[in-house]
């Protein structure tokens, strides 16, 4: 299974970015899809996630900035990032559960990561 992520740059505070982010291969089902992410000198956090059935979940430094949705015909997660401040700066990465088979178990999967960087 590979995650590609997109639409990270570089963008002026109080700006908008969308990232988005595309799960392939062999996959039965995407159980959540989320997005970390990891400042400098920082641990990777957890941005947002959402289930197959729609719930979202939010670091509550995004609550009301941030808003997370998928796709689960196209296998795709995104993130529609407004208002954003010079400490959203980070890599982020797009992370998803998946269920290879109807058998197996899910694994968590990574993408490479995509550099968004808020300038005041």
């Known amino acids: 299974v590979q995650l590609q992520a997109s639409g990270g740059g570089l963008v002026q505070v109080g700006g908008s970015l969308r990232l988005s982010c595309a799960a392939s291969?062999?996959?039965?089902?995407?159980?959540?899809m989320g997005w970390y992410r990891q400042a400098p000198g920082k641990q990777r956090e957890l941005v947002a996630t959402?289930?197959?059935?729609?719930?979202?979940n939010y670091v509550d430094s995004v609550k009301g900035r941030f808003t997370i949705s998928r796709d689960n015909a196209k296998d795709m997660v995104y993130l529609q990032m407004n208002s954003l401040q010079p400490e959203d700066t980070a890599i982020y990465y797009c992370?998803?559960?998946?269920?290879?088979?109807?058998?197996?178990?899910?694994?968590?999967?990574w993408g490479e990561g995509t550099q968004v960087t808020v300038s005041s």
């Open positions: 291969g062999k996959i039965f089902s995407i159980v959540v």
């Open positions: 992370n998803s559960r998946v269920r290879r088979s109807v058998i197996s178990g899910a694994i968590d999967y």
């Open positions: 959402i289930t197959s059935g729609g719930v979202t």
